[in-house]
């Protein structure tokens, strides 16, 4: 059974350029998470999407954006990039229920110069 | 929201020995989960554990829900086993599942 898969890996973009990061889940997975890692922060929670619709945001400006497709891929945005945007983007799938283990992509690292 | 302290931060082990990493919790969750994220950055999810004991191999992990802590074991640690350890914990409102992740334990296993 393939695992999440993330593309592209790595990514190099301009400040104020716009970035778009993709995610296919597990198959049968209906849930996608996504996560931003960075040295000063951690782990911190973007957005999860189930069956399309965003179900839970973190605290993050509307700078970043995502969206779910039929086929449960997901795909999230951010636009005018800062700085403070490297980081490393986890994409994450499940089941989607109370019960659901959450299986991790390889990531896609970001760097803003 | 809910606060999530590992312990140790940092764990210098040699190839053979056991440890023993703790997560602490702020609030009540219906959800934990352990992970390793591996020098390469992947995260494996190695435990689903919101109350009670787990083992695979030789890992294991209890959740005391009711006192608001869960333990990870690693028996006869092996230099594979370096990397991160993080704790992440949340609770299913809203209909959607909202994870709070520690700040891990590193760990180095040497020979």
């Known amino acids: 059974k393939a695992g999440v898969t993330q593309t592209p890996r790595y990514l190099i973009k301009t400040r104020g350029q716009q970035v778009t990061l993709s995610c296919s889940p597990i198959?049968?997975?209906?849930?996608v998470s996504w996560y931003q890692q960075t040295p000063g922060q951690g782990l911190q929670f973007l957005f999860e999407?189930?069956?399309?619709?965003?179900?839970n945001k973190g605290n993050f400006p509307g700078r970043f954006s995502g969206r779910q497709f039929s086929n449960s891929r997901s795909e999230m945005n951010v636009s005018t990039l800062e700085l403070g945007d490297s980081a490393l983007y986890l994409c994450?799938?499940?089941?989607?229920?109370?019960?659901?283990?959450?299986?991790f992509g390889n990531g896609t690292r970001l760097t803003v110069t | 929201g809910i606060q999530v302290e590992q312990s140790p931060p940092d764990l210098i082990l040699q190839e053979g020995a056991n440890s023993t990493l703790r997560c602490n919790f702020s609030?009540?969750?219906?959800?934990l989960q352990w992970f390793h994220q591996n020098p390469w950055g992947q995260l494996i999810n190695l435990f689903y554990?919101?109350?009670g004991t787990k083992q695979n191999g030789r890992l294991s992990a209890t959740t005391v829900a009711t006192e608001r802590y869960s333990l990870l074991y690693i028996s006869s640690s092996q230099t594979t086993d370096s990397g991160v350890y993080f704790c992440?914990?949340?609770?299913?409102?809203?209909?959607?599942?909202?994870?709070?992740f520690g700040t891990g334990t590193q760990l180095k296993v040497e020979l």
């Open positions: 994450a799938s499940s089941f989607g229920t109370d019960n659901s283990p959450l299986h």
């Open positions: 198959s049968g997975h209906r849930s």
């Open positions: 999407y189930f069956s399309e619709t965003q179900r």
């Open positions: 609030d009540s969750v219906n959800n």
């Open positions: 554990i919101p109350s």
């Open positions: 992440a914990v949340g609770t299913f409102t809203g209909g959607g599942n909202k994870l709070t």
